[in-house]
């Protein structure tokens, strides 16, 4: 144990103060000298770079000048010090004294060595020798010259010698003089440093001992006259501190009795405010007390209880229990708890009890509380736990589990099992017309639907939205589920009512078979999905079985959905142009931007496999704005190469139409590259309208209030056009390829696309037809007057250096597909 040890503080603080104050006093005398030093250094250099610029001023404006005079001056106004001017030989030419001309002045002055190692061509340069107290000087100063001499300027150096030792001495002895300072500063700081002492140590001590002289007499103090801060005041609190619990121990012993009269009141009155039950009972389960505040939960009163054993009182199931963990309790602080439930008349209760050793006795405590509300919310949340709180089926969660069963299950007796995935088709569009209530009570009435078709065994859950799933156990062959899949689509092709309205939806039903297909809960399920999707895409209202094809389609769809991801970041699509053509003289007037897509691991990837997936991921926004931007640029670019601007146009997809910022996007591109809007055409589809969205009617006509060119992409394809095209601000169609291939196949085909150009140019919009692949093709659209044209034929999409390269060879030039000088077939 280390020990502590005491001293005299009167004695060592005095000497400690008395030190620090000569140490004080002393060192800042000598800083004071050092500091004055330096500063006479300084003056002296400020004086000496004067008098060598004013000795270099005179040399260079007036060499006839009496420059010995000058020297005298000078050196007259600084005692002890010598300035000369020399050759750069440091051959003295001029000098205060008149002996020192001719002589060299390395020489007669030593520092000139060392001030020459600092030297610098026309830069003033000063060495200061500390010990000898000699500051040095020098300067590289031109001559001037004559005009017509040719010869170089010769070059004359000024230097100065200052001897500070003098100065130096009178500052020692001035300081010398003054010693009687630091003798006043000690005794000072002594007196200081003892009436410190004495007023905030020699007291308190004296204090503090004459404190604890008292305490040790049992004589108590509260307060003490120690004032401030500090470890001194800490020991006098801390000694009162004492001194007080002390003389309360002593008086403790007096109220003990009324103390644990209050306690014991005050237990009552806990025992009547906490809803428990408390019995006391010793280890044979006698009750020995018993307290509680509400007595509906007892069948007698707290007092005939006393007496009687607990198990006697109790059901036969509830007192097995409490004998069981009576039996257990065997030492303090171990707690044991139950749960028991009662019946009550018509209902039944819930109880929870805990029993635990009271300390320093043979005795227990019960505390029985009723937690029949607590277990009902249990239930609640369990339900909302496992099960949809709109249509009570169970949840994906309680589904998963229950198919890992069915699959234990399966294995044993080596059945089938079956999982469906059921989406009902076209279930926004009750939402969009109807509203969310109305969607609510159609969801609520498939699952009516499913769970009376389906067996007891079988289990029908909902993952959300419109999505459910069936799990279908206990079947022998595959043909048990084609008969209930075909009974389920015809189920949900009757028609039914909500709200007196009258409703027909269907269902797309993808089936996974264990173990067939997979042998896991999510596996089948994610094979089910892809099979729903294909039932999706067989149009709708049937049921369609998983097969390995699917299982490629999805493995393919999860990894192009993971590459696009750092497509653009990685730099793989790329837009290409395809020209277009105007077939009433031949020549190029623009072109569409097409979005291509190259994977150093999956290659090229078709637009029609990429586009879509995009749509459905929401990644087509960021899509968009990509081309949106690529095109913009190939504008301003094009721009300024060819003397005719060239039109880009633009594909816009339904998704990017959801975006309340589609507008200000586009908008903000354009003042962004300063272009020209009439040269930027957006296209977008007939799906787009179809919708009815206001958003979609807002943006097309600020578009068009912008000046921007507005298609319509495949037109004919749609179920109201023309409506269309009296509704919204259109400026282009497009005629679908569809409409070109079969011209020359079918008449009634012919006489559409004339229709068209003779309609659309009635409404004074133009007309481009896509697809041209063929010369009859061409010659038959340029004579019904159709204004523009492109497709393969014509040229195909190239990337944008092929592009640029290919207008300026071709783009002053008429069409001439005979000799394909503007033909890209081999481009």
Partial sequence: MDKAYSINLKIWLTILSTISAAVFALVLIIFSYQVKKTFIVEQTLISAKQASMSMAQIIGSDPTADIRAVLRTKTQLAPRSTIIIADQQFNILYSAEKKHIGLNAKTLFPLTDKVLLHQSSAAFVHYFDEPASMLATYQLVSAPTNQNNASPEPKFIVYSQYDLSDTFARLLTHYNHNAWFIVLAIIFISLLALIITYYFIHRPIAALIRYSNQLGDFKFIREHTIEGKGELKQLANNIARASYTLEIGFKQQKYAEQTAIEQHSMLEGIFSALPDIFFIIDKQGKILECHYGNGDNLPMPETQFVGQKLVDILPAHAAKHFSKAISTIKQNGQLTQIDYKLESGEQSKHFEARLNAIPNSDKLVIAVRDITDQKRQEEVILKHAFYDTLTSLPNRFLALDRLQQMIHEAKRNQQLIAVGF?????????NDSMGHEVGDKVLIHSANVLKTALRKHDTVARLGGDEFILLLG????????????????????????????????SLSLGIAVFPDDADSPNELLRKADSAMYSAKQMGRNTFSFFTESMSQDLNRRLKLEEHMRSALAKQEFE??????????????????ALLRWHNEELGWISPAEFIPLAEQTGYIIELGEFVLEQALLQIVYLQTLHPTPYRIAVNLSPRQFKDPNLVNTISHMIHKYQIDTQYLELEITEGVLLTGDALVKDALF???QLGVIVSMDDFGTGYSSLNYLRLYPFDVVKIDQSFIFDMHTSEQVRQLVKTIITMAHNLSIKVIAEGIETQLQLDTLAALGCDLGQGYFLGKPMSKIDFEAWLAQYAQQPLNIENKSLSIQDY
């Fill in 422 to 430: 059921i989406d009902l088709d076209d279930f926004k569009k009750v």
């Fill in 575 to 592: 837009v290409y142009f395809q020209p277009q053509y105007d077939l009433s003289n031949g020549f190029v007037v623009g072109a569409e």
């Fill in 474 to 505: 206990d079947i022998q062959t595959h043909h048990d589920i084609t008969a209930i899949a075909t009974k389920l689509v015809q189920l949900f092709r009757s028609p039914f009512e909500i709200d007196e309205r009258a409703f027909t939806i």
């Fill in 702 to 704: 600020e578009f068009h």
